[in-house]
């Protein structure tokens, strides 16, 4: 009798340290935003057929170590990212090789049909400047939270690498923040006065 009350103890023991793993990188108060992307609407620029956004961005993938997203014919990638519904951007985290992987990042908020040659021509949102250890301790950048409100898309340029490479690699990017409740208008009952 005392053999069944064990395995029940030791059961729910590994589920809750099992949950504390993924939420020690999730900023408290804040929500892994992957479930909220539009897939349909994702693009990536420049980036190596073989090793695309999916590799990065999408959960399953984005845990593998032996996926990754990579630039193609130079160090450059401009990412678009759609929501389904209005998200508040917290901050982001990104993974990469220490030498690859991405040094300077700017975020642009609702800013839709950039490339290239114009990605120069609007103030971002915010800029991240990544170090090497920030690739490979997994730390989420807090983003300034005060522009990042009521965002719909999400550009991010991919400015530069940690060596001044040819190839870019990010392993993985995550996004952190909350949806934004929104009022359906047509919910809304008239009241008549009497």
Request: with cysteine.
């Amino acid at each position: 009798m005392a053999a069944a009350p064990a395995p029940t103890a030791a059961a729910p023991a590994p589920a809750p340290a099992a949950a504390a793993v993924p939420s020690a990188s999730v900023p408290r108060g804040q929500v892994d935003l992957v479930d909220f992307i539009d897939w349909t609407g994702v693009e990536c620029l420049n980036q190596d057929p073989a090793h695309g956004i999916a590799n990065a961005l999408k959960q399953g993938y984005r845990e593998d170590e032996g996926l990754h997203l990579a630039s193609d014919s130079d160090e450059q990638l401009l990412i678009y990212i759609p929501f389904m519904q209005v998200i508040k951007l917290h901050s982001a985290l990104f993974k990469g090789p220490e030498e690859e992987g991405p040094k300077t990042v700017k975020l642009f908020s609702n800013r839709e049909h950039m490339g290239f040659s114009n990605v120069n021509d609007f103030p971002p949102s915010d800029s991240v400047d990544l170090s090497s250890s920030h690739l490979l301790e997994s730390k989420p950048v807090t983003l300034k939270y005060v522009k990042f409100q009521n965002v719909r898309s999400l550009t991010m340029f991919i400015e530069d690498n940690q060596s001044g490479a040819d190839i870019t690699k990010i392993q993985k990017i995550a996004l952190y923040g909350t949806t934004v409740d929104t009022t359906n208008m047509k919910d809304l009952k008239k009241i008549e006065e009497h």
